[in-house]
């Protein structure tokens, strides 16, 4: 019988310095298109402007706005959530024990999209203004949280199997309080905005929401890389883990905690982008290997980029109007997540 070879790695470090720069391109291209184009001269001319106290124009005023004030927080925005997702779907496949899983599966998404349809349809926490809708999806993916957890804890601890199951039977318990708020509300612009915000959108990003982001999923990966050998332990089963000196029941409720509130706060401020978390760390684990130290060094970058450029397809396909980015992420990565495991010859978690 013929020997299945192991696939070639790439070297992370020029990988990951490539990377960084597509990311950087990327950045300043997905400022400059849109609806609206503005020249990659000028959108470097305003974005030094905006950086140094730079003085701008008259004629140049509305250009300037939409660069600097308008693109500029959603790019970065789709960056900080892209490589968010990335990050944390690692950590949940390495939790599970299962390539084909997503920050999703534990159904923390679909919590938030009960609270975020609060506030669209039926106008809840009205009095917290521009942040009643964050902050509703990050209370509401909390409480999901807190009770996908209790439900599913045992005496023995969170088991993959029990985490699985709970999180899918809670998430349809929680899509369908979202469907029944959905059917109950006034037709119009309020469903509409729901259905962009249940499939994912960058539509309403601000420079506020870029801090809380930006500092949860820089604290969730710098703390998952550090816990980069006990993932790679957990990875190999419970026993060959606790073997090796890992507890995996007390991992696997710290992976639970931290996958939540990372999801939690990027799902509150980009709604339910779908796919980026399966599709991104199973692919990067095909190019560099199971290692979670090299798996987390490339795919929150990768994931930053898949965002943006998904974004920048969103508002110019259908120019003015948009389409929900969630909806290109799917569009795009079905085909090249399929495509790449047929050439991997069906490479499993784990390298194996």
Known sequence: MRRRTAPSRIPVLPLGLALALLLLLSLVGGVGLGAAGVGRGEVLRFLWAGLTGGTVHAPDA???????????PRVLLGAVVGAGLAAVG?????????????????GISSGAAVGANAVILLGAFAGLGVWALSASAFASALAAMALVYAVARSPHGLTPLRLVLTGTALAYGF?????VMVFGAARGEAARSAMMWLLGSLGGATRAHLPLAAVTVAAGWAWLYGRAGALDALAMGDETASALGVRPARLRRELFLVTAAVTGTVVAVSGAIGFVGLMVPHVVRMVVGADHRRVLTVAPLAGAVLLVWADVLSRLLFAPAELPVGVITAVVGVPAFLLLMRRGGGYAFGGR
């Not at 509305?62 to 500029?72: F, G, H, K, P, Q």
């Not at 496949?93 to 999703?104: E, G, I, K, S, Y």
């Not at 899509?175 to 469907?179: M, P, S």
Request: net charge negative; charged share 15%; hydrophobic share 60%.
């Open 175 to 179: 899509e369908a309080v979202t469907t």
């Open 62 to 72: 509305a250009s300037y706005t939409i660069v600097w004030e308008i693109r500029l």
């Open 90 to 106: 690692v950590a949940v496949q390495a939790m599970v024990r299962n390539a084909l899983a997503d920050p999703f599966v534990l």
